[in-house]
């Protein structure tokens, strides 16, 4: 039985008014798929068929379970014995023998007494030192089995004997706005609910309210409306606030996820400044990260952001670690994880032959360090 | 059947070249058949700006579950099955969305879920679009399924998993909901 033959059954007057309904229904406006819509779906299937979801497909009564193939783990073993020797190699830093990654062991190892990590002493400038140990706290904390949460508690006592009374962690204009969103970000994902941290998140959130633009954004100086950089990590750091409940991060998340939605552009770019004709890779990652996960609660944002992820480039030719985190970050929001793979062998790769970062003067090993552990898998 | 031309393959000969050969080809295909249908049905269960994304998480799980597709099965069952879970999933996570929503203070900024503006052309389909909107879950599906779709009751019954005699009380309703909510009784409309 179908529809027609249903109303057939119906009183002749009402069958009639029905089927008129039912014309009017079909006849609504129809909306069409976007043109990229096929590409996506298929860039996600061969995703899929790169990188299968375990346990999706059925089990079968008649048919044997897979069995694995030897020859893939023999290469997948041989691949990270590989990966582990090249990372070693490239920073030349003794590993702790209990670490898995050797980068994230090479960063335990290099905290300081006091807590933090000092890029001075790694080639790097010593007035983003609150900025790199949270980068590098925020690394530790990745390890799936937490080998380092004596490390990241102590980076937090750090971070909070950083900041200075007007809560924010010390610098002017640049160095001001990067040690405020990542230590501010760091505190708020990485330290306990009480305590002195606390206090120090709560002043940190009440400097971002105060500091925050008009529009929504934030930048290296009052009076300008947003830079894409600084309000990302600052979005980052307020959704991780307000998640633990620190209810003045709410109005600043919401007002700075709305400048961020505005700085994505119809073309899938983002540029530093909001209008601007420019177009940075690394910027549009981080921005479609922050909307797909800071965004997650507000309709719309998250599509916004893996919208953001298909114009992105996986294969680069320079080395730059914050571009490709940013992007790492970006292709796993969006479930690509083919393409946030591809971003690391890239990254391994520029590593290998001796690629200049074009921010390692100012970060020193510990930057490039810090967010390749936080780009690994 | 290999032999004729992929565009000449009807959707479950397509949907077999993607279970034994996982042939992209003919999967890439029925993304092209189905796309939008898919789109309208996410659309008038009231997604706003996250349509597409359903649209490609549908076919993602119907790349995944390719293997459980049986020659016996008509394919918009199977297509459509899979995509009332992708909605029972957006529902559940809308629900968990709510709550956190909820945890942030009311603001009187801009709303992220402003309504989307209307695309119907004239009152009467703006009319018909927002009585379709407030009919429940259960009646709207029907007429997804069995008035936007065209599929036959059998199948509207497999993928809402209700007797056919459930579905032909739901669409009764469910039409009946709408003449009236449209003033159709009174006489408002010819």
Redesign the interface.
């Known amino acids: 039985m179908n529809l027609y033959a249903h109303l057939s059954e119906l009183p002749a007057a009402e069958a009639t008014a029905f089927r008129a309904l039912v014309t009017r229904l079909r006849a609504q406006p129809q909306h069409e798929p976007s043109p990229l819509l096929t590409s996506r779906i298929m860039a996600a299937v061969a995703a899929e068929r790169a990188h299968p979801t375990p346990n999706v497909q059925p089990e079968t009564r008649n048919q044997k379970p897979e069995t694995r193939n030897p020859k893939l783990w023999y290469w997948a073993a041989a691949g990270l014995a590989a990966c582990l020797l090249a990372v070693l190699t490239l920073f030349d830093r003794p590993a702790a023998s209990t670490a898995a990654d050797p980068t994230t062991a090479w960063l335990a190892a290099n905290q300081e007494a006091d807590g933090s990590w000092q890029p001075a002493r790694h080639g790097g400038d010593s007035a983003y030192r609150p900025a790199l140990t949270a980068l590098a706290a925020l690394a530790l904390a990745r390890d799936p089995a937490d080998r380092f949460s004596t490390n990241v508690q102590r980076a937090c006592d750090a971070l909070t004997a950083l900041q200075t009374p007007d809560g924010t962690f010390g610098g002017t204009g640049r160095v001001r706005a990067y040690n405020h969103a990542l230590a501010t970000y760091a505190l708020a994902t990485l330290a306990p609910q009480d305590g002195p941290a606390a206090v120090a998140l709560e002043r940190a959130v009440a400097y971002s309210r105060a500091n925050q633009s008009v529009e929504g954004g934030w930048d290296y100086e009052p009076g300008s409306e947003g830079n894409a950089a600084v309000t990302s990590w600052q979005v980052q750091a307020l959704a991780a606030a307000a998640t633990k409940g620190i209810s003045q991060a709410n109005i600043p998340l919401r007002k700075g996820l709305i400048w961020l939605r505005g700085a994505a552009r119809d073309d899938g770019g983002v540029a530093y400044h909001r209008g601007s004709p420019g177009r940075s890779e690394g910027l549009a990652a981080l921005t479609a990260h922050t909307l797909m996960t800071s965004g997650q609660a507000f309709e719309g944002l998250p599509a916004i952001g893996r919208r953001l992820t298909v114009n992105l480039t996986a294969e680069d030719s320079t080395a730059d670690c914050y571009r490709d985190c940013a992007k790492v970050m970006a292709f796993e929001s969006a479930g690509d994880t083919a393409r946030a793979e591809t971003v690391r062998d890239g990254m391994q790769l520029r590593r290998q032959a001796g690629s200049q970062d074009p921010w390692e003067p100012i970060g020193g090993t510990l930057y490039t360090c810090a967010f390749t552990a936080l780009a690994h898998k | 059947m290999d032999s004729a031309p992929l565009e000449q393959l009807d959707d479950a000969d397509l949907m077999l070249r993607v279970r034994s050969q996982?042939d992209?080809a003919a999967?890439?295909l029925l993304?092209?058949r189905h796309?939008?249908s898919l789109?309208?049905f996410f659309?008038r269960s009231g997604v706003?700006?996250?349509?597409?994304?359903l649209?490609?998480q549908t076919?993602?799980r119907l790349?995944?579950?390719r293997?459980?597709y049986v020659a016996s099965a008509k394919f918009t069952t199977f297509l459509f099955l899979l995509a009332r879970q992708v909605w029972i999933d957006e529902l559940r996570r809308r629900q968990r969305?709510q709550r956190?929503?909820e945890?942030?203070?009311a603001?009187p900024?801009?709303e992220?879920?402003a309504p989307a503006a209307p695309?119907?052309?004239v009152e009467?389909?703006l009319d018909?679009?927002r009585a379709?909107a407030t009919l429940s879950e259960g009646l709207r599906q029907v007429?997804e399924l069995?008035?936007?779709q065209?599929l036959?009751?059998?199948e509207v019954a497999e993928i809402l998993k209700i007797p056919?005699g459930t579905v032909?009380s739901r669409?009764?309703n469910a039409?009946a909901k709408?003449?009236e909510m449209?003033g159709?009784k009174r006489g408002d409309t010819p």
């Not at chain 2, 706003?48 to 994304?53: F, L, T, V």
Request: without cysteine; proline residues 2%.
């Open positions: 996982d992209e999967f890439a993304v092209s796309q939008k789109l309208n659309i706003q700006y996250d349509s597409e994304d649209v490609q076919f993602l790349y995944r579950y293997q459980r969305r956190l929503a945890s942030l203070a603001e900024y801009e992220f879920a695309s119907a052309g009467g389909d018909l679009a379709l007429i069995a008035v936007y065209d036959p009751y059998a056919v032909k669409m009764f039409l709408l003449r449209l159709e």
